[in-house]
């Protein structure tokens, strides 16, 4: 069966840090992948989307980016953070033209 | 398209009544869509789908209604539990089959 990996599950970070985010998944090939961004009390903002080893599309302007080094691996990042970017992150999978699942999200708090 | 900048609406139902969340899509073009259920500090769940040659789909408890004309969707829920209390998201996937945007959400409170 198919499943989906994302760490930390929590992580507070400095103004101007870098971010490196994780999401695997297992048990399929070749997946649409996902990254989202969830603030408080609010719906899901789709950041980027990969649809193969090395293309990212990108749907925000802002200071993350994506990349996808192997098959069933998504890294979201930052060179510098903002406290804008503070939110619940979200990486999910999806088959081609079929629903997708969510990783347990990563809370990340930028102080 | 997202409305990820709005306050969640908000829908509160009595134990036992049938709770009904609408949405709204933008994309004609989108031929899939999908129900999701989120409850607090964890990722969203998948409840129903329904593809756009289908105006109605019912599993256990819920019912997805589609239509295209005006663009809405709707989860009906029978006999609402408290379990149910959660937060309730529609997602579109586009033609391609590639993006996958989700709609507002509504937060659902079901009252004992």
């Known amino acids: 069966s198919q499943t989906i990996h994302q760490w930390p599950a929590t992580l507070v970070q400095p103004v101007g840090s870098p971010l490196s985010l994780e999401c695997t998944v297992e048990g399929t090939s070749n997946p649409n992948l996902y990254w989202y961004r969830q603030a408080a009390g609010r719906g899901l903002q789709l950041l980027f989307y990969?649809?193969?080893?090395?293309?990212i599309s990108s749907e925000v302007p802002q200071n993350l980016s994506a990349s996808r080094p192997q098959d069933r691996q998504f890294i979201l990042s930052s060179k510098k953070l903002l406290l804008s970017d503070s939110g619940f992150y979200l990486c999910?999978?999806?088959?081609?033209?079929?629903?997708?699942?969510f990783g347990q999200g990563t809370r990340l708090t930028v102080v | 398209g997202e409305s990820v900048g709005l306050h969640l609406p908000t829908l509160s139902v009595q134990e036992g009544d049938n709770s009904i969340i609408n949405c709204a899509y933008s994309?004609?073009?989108?031929?899939?869509f999908i129900w999701y259920k989120q409850e607090s500090g964890k990722g969203p769940q998948f409840i129903i789908d329904i593809r756009s040659n289908m105006d109605k789909r019912q599993g256990q408890r819920v019912t997805v209604l589609l239509n295209k004309t005006v663009k809405h969707l709707s989860l009906q829920i029978a006999a609402t539990q408290p379990g149910d209390s959660a937060v309730y998201f529609c997602a579109e996937r586009g033609g391609d089959n590639n993006d996958m945007r989700f709609g507002a959400g509504t937060r659902l409170t079901v009252k004992p």
């Open positions: 994309n004609s073009a989108s031929d899939y």
């Open positions: 999910a999978w999806a088959d081609r033209g079929r629903k997708a699942f």
């Open positions: 990969s649809v193969g080893i090395g293309q």
